[in-house]
């Protein structure tokens, strides 16, 4: 069974400093997902992570994946407040059955402090 | 650009009720997953569904059902609610092959039933 976890699941940072958010997954996967939510909203894409090696920016985050260590990483540089949500890594079923259903993290919620 | 579509936004229901949820996917999108987050919770996938057959299923209680229709839309219908089915409950879609390969999901606004 596929397990996801996610670490730290609160974070509090000052604004203006670095943090990464792991994420570890049990089994092989082709896939893995960072979603950004907002208290009551959906679930906004960040980042999808197709391949090892893959590393994918976005403004002041960063996204990495290392499949054989069933590890991705979300970096953030230079937090601001607007950054502050709650943050999902998911994780996908293998591609060749069609079918595109993940699993998620327990979240990491962020708040970002002046 | 269209996207995912659901409806009703909001739904208030007593226990023992029974209540639909609707998700229209992005045109010519033929899969469809449906996900349940309780307050504080990660989302759970439910159940999944491609060209109108079933496709995955998740921790989706024996009182819930979902199909697809011909026009791809999905409906999930929950009977006997109870207290603990009050949550957000989310409806993405992908593009069936293509989708798989991209890793593509789009979620939707999400249904707030709450049971009272």
């Known amino acids: 069974e596929l397990k996801v976890e996610q670490n730290p699941l609160f974070l509090s940072m000052q604004e203006g400093k670095n943090y990464t958010i792991y994420c570890n997954y049990s089994?092989?996967?082709?896939?893995l997902y960072w979603y950004r939510q907002d208290p009551g909203k959906s679930l906004e894409s960040l980042f999808v992570?197709?391949?090892?090696?893959a590393v994918k920016q976005e403004g002041r985050l960063m996204a990495s994946l290392d499949t054989k260590a069933r590890l991705s990483t979300l970096h953030i540089t230079a937090a601001v407040h607007d950054l502050s949500a709650t943050y999902f890594c998911?994780?996908?079923?293998?591609?060749?059955?069609?079918?595109?259903?993940?699993?998620f993290g327990a979240g990491t919620r962020l708040t970002v402090k002046p | 650009a269209a996207g995912v579509i659901q409806s009703p936004r909001h739904l208030i229901k007593e226990k023992r009720e029974t209540a639909t949820l609707k998700c229209y996917p992005i045109?010519?999108?033929?899969?469809v997953y449906w996900y349940q987050q309780g307050p504080g919770q990660d989302p759970q996938f439910l159940i999944s569904?491609?060209?109108?057959?079933?496709?995955d299923k998740g921790s989706i209680p024996d009182r819930f059902s979902a199909q697809q229709f011909s026009d791809y839309h999905s409906e999930l219908n929950m009977s006997s609610l109870e207290l603990g089915d009050s949550a957000l409950y989310f409806c993405?879609?992908?593009?069936?092959?293509?989708?798989?390969?991209?890793?593509?999901?789009?979620f939707g606004e999400g249904s707030r039933l709450t049971v009272l």
């Open positions: 993405a879609s992908s593009l069936g092959l293509a989708g798989a390969r991209t890793g593509e999901l789009f």
């Open positions: 089994t092989t996967s082709d896939r």
């Open positions: 992570l197709l391949s090892n090696g």
């Open positions: 998911a994780v996908g079923k293998t591609l060749w059955n069609n079918n595109n259903d993940m699993r």
């Open positions: 045109p010519r999108h033929d899969t």
């Open positions: 569904f491609y060209e109108k057959m079933q496709s």
